[in-house]
């Protein structure tokens, strides 16, 4: 299982890995409140894993530093893989663009320390605590130009308006209801949901136009509803990549992607020899960009 990972001490100094930042706006300090998990993982995509806390994890420095996008020093005493431990975990959305991403803190396990999962993660590797618990149900719907239209409306499949959605009084003419979505900020969204047309379909009309125009949607984009178990309905984002496939875009292999709108690692740098007590470095993880974390889960 892929994790992201933190700084290592190699011999003679600590290779530290700067946090990512948002370019052109807020610094990473403004992503200060954390995104409801199951939304979390419902714009991540369901191939996203997040190593729990208390997961062991190996850390690759060269992968990192390929990945940075800046020119590194010899890496030749550098350790090939540095075990940890995931000691924190923080689900988190860029301000911008509605993308999620995970911030992970690592620390290195002691010489002779077992490379294996403790406390919350070893609990749930012997009860399979994840796949036991009922999740919420969510739809995710890439965009058309005409729901991307900022003059139009967007068409609601059936399954979301009748499983993420208040209940319709189909006995109204025409059936139409308020819709409030709650998106990864926290900041609710009101639209207007009706039942119309021949035949007839479902349609979100008034406020969906402004959601467009605020969020930025092109066509291609997805969003993501998700039913919470209080009924609160939520509303994310999930990008879609643009661009050759080349450069910035590029996915495994390739540098860390810049956007959006330049979320981006700093240059590796080394820093002098730590004191005897570890100092850690977090490490943010965009999975929907493409490029895996530099890490791997140990079993």
Known sequence: MPAAAACAAPPGGMLAFAQAEVAGGGKEAAVGRQVDKQLWLACAGSMCTVPPVGAAVYYFPQGHAEQASAAVVDLSHVPPLVPCRVV????????????????????????????ADVGEAAAKAATDQDDQQPKPASFAKTLTQSDANNGGGFS???????????????????????????????????????????????????????????????AGDSIVFLRGEDGQVHVGL??????????????????????????????????????????????????????????SRSR
């Open 88 to 115: 924190a975990v923080r689900y988190l959305a860029d301000p911008g663009t509605d993308e999620v991403f995970a911030k992970m803190l690592l620390v290195p396990l002691r010489p002779g320390e077992p490379v």
């Open 156 to 218: 609601v499949p059936r399954f979301c308006a009748e499983t993420i959605f208040p209940e319709l009084d189909y006995r109204a003419e025409p059936p139409v209801q308020s819709v409030v979505a709650r998106d990864v900020h926290g900041a609710d969204w009101k639209f207007r949901h009706i039942y119309r047309g021949t035949p007839r379909r479902h349609l979100l009309t008034t406020g969906w136009s402004h959601f467009v125009n605020q969020k930025k949607l092109l």
């Open 238 to 295: 999930r990008r879609a990549k643009r661009g050759g496939g080349a450069g910035d875009e590029a996915g495994w292999g390739g540098p860390v992607q810049q956007g959006p709108p330049g979320a981006r690692l700093r240059q590796c740098v080394f820093l002098p020899p730590p004191p005897p007590r570890v100092r850690c470095r977090r490490r943010t993880w965009w999975p929907r960009r493409g490029s895996p974390p530099r890490g």
